[in-house]
T-cell receptor
C-alpha cells in the first residue's frame, strides 16, 4: 500500500513571495504519478500539477513547479509570486500508473494562507 | 479540462430519510467513478469505487447498506445515503478519470454538503 505524508499542516506566505510545500511518499511501485491538488474555500478540487515518475524533468505550470526526488521519494511544490487566490488547502496525491485502477492516495493536506 | 458535475450542491434533510446525490461526467465517458467523504479541514477519504454495470467496491469500514452506489450509465453514478443520521452530515465529493487521452488523472465534482437534522 502507498502512503503520502504532508508534514506541514499550515503555512503562510506574504503576497508576491515564494513558498514551498513538502510531500513525501512511500511505495514499492516503479511506475506512478504524483499530483498536487488545490482546494480553495469553495471546496472544488483543482489539479495544480502532475508528475510522471519515469520523467526526470520536474513539472512546471506557470508559477507552480515541483522538485521531484524519486530516490528520496520526495515531491515538493514551489509556488512563486504568491497571490491571494492561492490561499487554499493543498493536497499531495499518488496514483499507480497503468491498468484501470486510477485510485488516488492523498496526504492530509497543507493549509496555505497568502497574506496581503 | 474534463468536467464533472454533482447535484445537489447542498441538501438538508431530517434524520431517517434517504438522500440521493448524483455525479455526472459531462464531456467524457466514465466507466469508473469514485466517491469521497470529507470532514472540515481534513483530507478526502475514499468511500467506494463505482463501476459501470457492476457492483461498487467499498473501502474497509464503509457500510454498504448505508451508502448505496449505482453506476447506471457511462456518465452517471449516484450515491444514496439511506436512513441518514446526523453523523452522516459531511461533504461528499465524486471524481472520475477520463482516461489516458485526458492526462490520466481524476477530475472532481464540486461536492455536495449534506446536513442531517
Amino acid at each position: 500500500a502507498q502512503t503520502v505524508t504532508q508534514s506541514q499542516p499550515e503555512m503562510s506566505v506574504q503576497e508576491a513571495e515564494t513558498v514551498t510545500l513538502s510531500c513525501t511518499y512511500d511505495t514499492s511501485e516503479s511506475n506512478y504519478y504524483l499530483f498536487w491538488y488545490k482546494q480553495p474555500p469553495s471546496r472544488q478540487m483543482i489539479l495544480v500539477i502532475r508528475q510522471e515518475a519515469y520523467k526526470q524533468q520536474n513539472a512546471t505550470e506557470n508559477r507552480f513547479s515541483v522538485n521531484f526526488q524519486k530516490a528520496a521519494k520526495s515531491f515538493s511544490l514551489k509556488i512563486s509570486d504568491s497571490q491571494l487566490g492561492d490561499t487554499a488547502m493543498y493536497f499531495c496525491a499518488f496514483m499507480k500508473r497503468g491498468g484501470s485502477n486510477y485510485k488516488l492516495t492523498f496526504g492530509k493536506g497543507t493549509l496555505l494562507t497568502v497574506n496581503p | 479540462g474534463a468536467v464533472v458535475s454533482q447535484h445537489p450542491s447542498r441538501v438538508i434533510c431530517k434524520s431517517g430519510t434517504s438522500v440521493k446525490i448524483e455525479c455526472r461526467s459531462l464531456d467524457f465517458q466514465a466507466t469508473t467513478m469514485f466517491w469521497y467523504r470529507q470532514f472540515p479541514k481534513q483530507s478526502l477519504m475514499l468511500m467506494a469505487t463505482s463501476n459501470e454495470g457492476s457492483k461498487a467496491t467499498y473501502e474497509q469500514g464503509v457500510e454498504k447498506d448505508k451508502f448505496l452506489i449505482n453506476h447506471a450509465s457511462l456518465t452517471l453514478s449516484t450515491l444514496t445515503v439511506t436512513s441518514a443520521h446526523p453523523e452522516d452530515s459531511s461533504f461528499y465529493i465524486c471524481s472520475a478519470p477520463p482516461g489516458l487521452a485526458w492526462g490520466d488523472t481524476q477530475y472532481f465534482g464540486p461536492g455536495t454538503r449534506l446536513t442531517v437534522l
